[in-house]
């Protein structure tokens, strides 16, 4: 398996897994000052960028492996660990499936998965229903504006075009968005959860209406180390506040 990755900085590793049609620019935001304080590494899941994308459907524990197979090629054995979304999910699979290799971890607008789990809130299932009826481009812009604050999308509409323009240079085939959709779908570690060491923070946007918030809650529940931060914004709420993004997440980090 091709699997694209990037590097940069110095400092401990930390390892960032984006999510569901995201290639690894979608940490354009927040990679920078990261990369002052740590070495980070970044990639883009099977399916998307310039990682292959083999037949679906995909499996949220073959994408942890493809994580391993970064982390192997990067010659670390050890990073802290930074999942948003789907991304979360291969970080809580790649916490559970790999502990040594994972020392920290955070968990971005992301579910336990399963039936005992939030569903997607119903703003999104109805998006998703709406957007075969829609031209693609005008789809792909809802989805957009969808993962961000209402509020975000008015007052700073270049974020929409930003994400917009890295969205359409790499734009998914629709099986291989399907074949990672799949993946989180059928992702489901919520009786799990009680296995996994690595010390956690759980962040959620307090908008977000891709992953429902009260997820997180069930998190912080069912890990035995972990604590909850709400922030403000939507799914992309590290697009909103980069700044408050970099900071919780180092100091979390740092006090390993």
Not at 103 to 126: E, F, I, S, Y
Not at 130 to 157: D, I, S, Y
Not at 167 to 188: C, E, I, V
Not at 231 to 254: N, R, T
């Amino acid at each position: 398996m091709k699997i694209a990755w990037d590097r940069r900085g110095n400092g401990a590793p930390l390892l960032l897994i984006h999510g569901l049609g995201y290639a690894r620019w979608g940490w354009e935001p927040v990679l920078p000052e990261l990369a002052e304080q740590f070495d980070v590494i970044l990639f883009d899941n099977r399916g998307i960028g310039e990682s292959d994308a083999p037949p679906g459907p995909y499996t949220v524990a073959e994408m942890a492996a493809d994580a391993v197979q970064v982390l192997d090629e990067a010659g670390v054995a050890r990073a802290h660990v930074v999942g948003t979304s789907l991304g979360g999910m291969i970080a809580q699979e790649l916490a559970l499936a790999y502990p040594e290799r994972v020392d920290r971890l955070v968990l971005a607008c992301t579910t336990p998965g399963g039936q005992k789990a939030h569903p997607m809130p119903q703003v999104t299932v109805a998006l998703m229903a709406e957007a075969a009826t829609l031209e693609p481009a005008v789809a792909l812009r809802r989805f957009v504006e969808n993962a961000l604050a209402p509020a975000t999308v008015e007052a700073h509409p270049e974020i929409v075009e930003q994400i917009m323009a890295h969205r359409l240079a790499t734009a998914q085939q629709p099986a291989a968005w399907a074949a990672q959709a799949s993946a989180g779908a059928t992702f489901d570690a919520y009786d799990r959860l009680g296995a996994l060491a690595a010390p956690t923070l759980v962040q959620h946007g307090d908008e977000d209406v891709v992953v429902d918030p009260r997820n997180a809650d069930l998190l912080v529940e069912l890990l035995p180390d972990a604590r909850l931060e709400r922030v403000p914004g939507g799914h992309l709420f590290f697009w909103e506040a980069p700044e408050q993004f970099v900071s919780s997440v180092s100091g979390f980090l740092e006090d390993a």
